[in-house]
């Protein structure tokens, strides 16, 4: 008899979700962490004596609302403060900000460009119109074309949907979902700092130039979100991102699953074409009705499955599963304050602070990032997202004093010449403190210690191949019913009883639970 009805491998937020709502109706869960922490790439943890951050993930926006009220995730805790601005952009004596409202917004862009100005409103419409027909299938299965009547029924619907959708708002999916980001924001602004603030989304966790086809529907991903019921604004979680996935482990144990810390699976274990179980590191064996992975699927199917399990030709295309998003994860702890050159003099409460500060001014500048680290293994002059999450949360640092978090591109997962980044990484924390010291002069000498985290780390801890926060990037041929793999993008895995719920599964990156939503729900569907 199996020990449990289902095992969930990776202790990840999705994991969690998942967990959550395979218990609530009645099954045996079992997650198996391993860390010895809880939350996957979403905790908080201590990085130098006194001082605590978010040690991977650092923001909120993508986590759906009705998860965290199916969870109860705020009555466990968790609190979510939305940024005052989105994002503020540090410029050679000036700078750029936008929010909280379209007004504010439009009165900064004026000082840059009536014309920019007076584009923003049909510009936030287009990306709003296609949020909108996406939001609704975050929460669904993709339609699998080649799988049977239902699916065909549910294809009907879309198609339907989408035919609803007004001629001009189609048209607008096409261009984001087969456009750069670059030719999109130079057709709509004249600025080059307001294409840069706007581009940013475009790059993050995603090794491409914002010239590369498919970056504008990395832009759109990152506008899915929403923070208390506000759509598409970002958001600290008071206690850093470890609240969130705290929270979800809460419900998880008061709704019975059993997490299981230090306990690295080492094989998962198939009889006779379907999955039994697992074998853990230890050399323990557990069985179970199925298994879901809530890891990157190349770990899951080159790592974690015997190759004679698998069909050679679905191997040979996960071997071609792209992944590699070049990011650099710093947390530093501040004994003061960074000071801007040129920050706004009408903001007494340094609410830039609070908000998202990028050092990217241009797209040319984010491309040149790129083609740096293409041939040299890192960009000479990095882009970087900053939050300094303690201006909100004094639970984060010593009184007086502050951490924040650090969020570069473009690093190379492989650098030249048989270079490792276990050699590489003072040298390139120390350009990234020096890029931003350029905009804030006493950031350097107010910094008190750091941590650092380089694509090789955030593979080794967290297990996301290539640096990839996204579990596997978000092309066009890997989204959707195609997400990690065409015929597997049901969450339900070559093999049966083996399941995905992982963020290399649709709808993809971010802190959202939508994968382990959804995965839990077709579990359901097949137990009956």
């Not at 997490?259 to 198939?270: F, H, Q, T």
């Amino acid at each position: 008899m199996p020990n449990d009805d289902i095992l969930i491998i990776g202790g990840g937020h999705n994991g969690l979700v998942c967990a959550c709502y395979l218990a609530a109706a009645g099954l045996r869960v079992t997650i198996l962490e391993r860390r010895g922490v809880v939350g996957g790439a979403a905790v908080t943890e201590e990085f130098i004596p006194g001082f605590r951050n978010s040690t991977a993930s650092y923001t909120v926006s993508l986590l759906q609302r009705r998860i965290i009220e199916d969870l109860n995730l705020h009555r466990h805790g968790l609190r979510i403060l939305p940024r005052p601005y989105s994002n503020f952009l540090p410029l050679d004596g000036n700078y750029l900000r936008t929010g909280p409202t379209l007004a504010e917004t439009q009165a900064e862009f004026a000082r840059f460009s009536s014309q920019d100005a007076s584009h923003l409103p049909e510009y936030q419409r287009m990306l709003s119109g296609a949020a909108d027909f996406l939001r609704p299938l975050l929460l669904e299965t993709p339609v699998n074309p080649f799988n049977g009547v239902r699916d065909m029924l549910t294809g009907l619907r879309l198609l339907n949907r989408l035919r609803k959708t007004p001629a001009c708002s189609r048209a607008d999916l096409i261009t984001l979902f087969t456009n750069s980001a670059g030719e999109l924001l130079e057709s709509w602004f004249e600025t080059e700092s307001i294409r840069a603030l706007f581009g940013f989304d475009a790059i993050v966790g995603n090794f491409a130039s914002p010239y590369s086809p498919g970056t504008a529907y990395v832009l759109l991903h990152h506008v899915l979100g929403e923070v208390n019921g506000r759509r598409g604004e970002w958001g600290h979680a008071i206690g850093g991102m470890g609240a969130v996935t705290q929270a979800m482990a809460k419900e998880a144990e008061a709704r019975g699953v059993r997490i299981r810390l230090e306990s690295p699976v080492a094989k998962v274990l198939v009889e006779k074409g379907r999955v039994s179980g697992v074998l853990l590191e230890s050399g323990e064996s557990i069985r179970a009705t199925a298994v879901v992975a809530n890891v990157h699927p190349g770990l899951l199917y080159l790592n974690l499955i015997e190759p004679s399990d698998l069909e050679p030709e679905f191997l040979a295309r996960m071997h071609r599963y792209k992944s590699g998003s070049g990011s650099f994860r710093m947390n530093v702890a501040l004994a003061e304050l960074p000071r801007f050159c040129g920050a706004p003099r009408d903001d007494p409460d340094l609410r830039h602070l609070q908000s998202g500060i990028l050092i990217a001014p241009s797209l040319q500048y984010m491309e040149q990032a790129w083609w740096d680290a293409r041939r040299l293994g890192w960009s000479q002059a990095p882009v970087i997202e900053m939050l300094i999450p303690s201006t909100v949360d004094d639970s984060l640092a010593p009184p007086g004093a502050h951490v924040a978090s650090l969020f570069c591109q473009h690093f190379n997962p492989a650098l030249p010449d048989g270079r490792s980044w276990d050699t590489a990484k003072e040298e390139a924390a120390d350009l990234i403190l020096n890029t931003v010291d350029r905009y804030a002069p006493n950031f350097k000498g107010s910094i008190l210690g750091r941590s650092i985290l380089t694509p090789l780390d955030l593979e080794r801890e967290f297990g996301l191949i290539g640096g990839d926060i996204f579990h596997g990037a978000l092309s066009l041929d890997q989204l959707y019913c195609a997400r990690p793999l065409p015929g597997i993008g049901q969450y339900r895995g070559p093999l049966r009883d083996l399941y995905m719920c992982g963020s290399g599964t649709h709808p993809g990156g971010g802190v959202s639970g939508a994968p382990g939503y959804n995965a839990a729900r077709e579990i359901l569907r097949d137990l009956g």
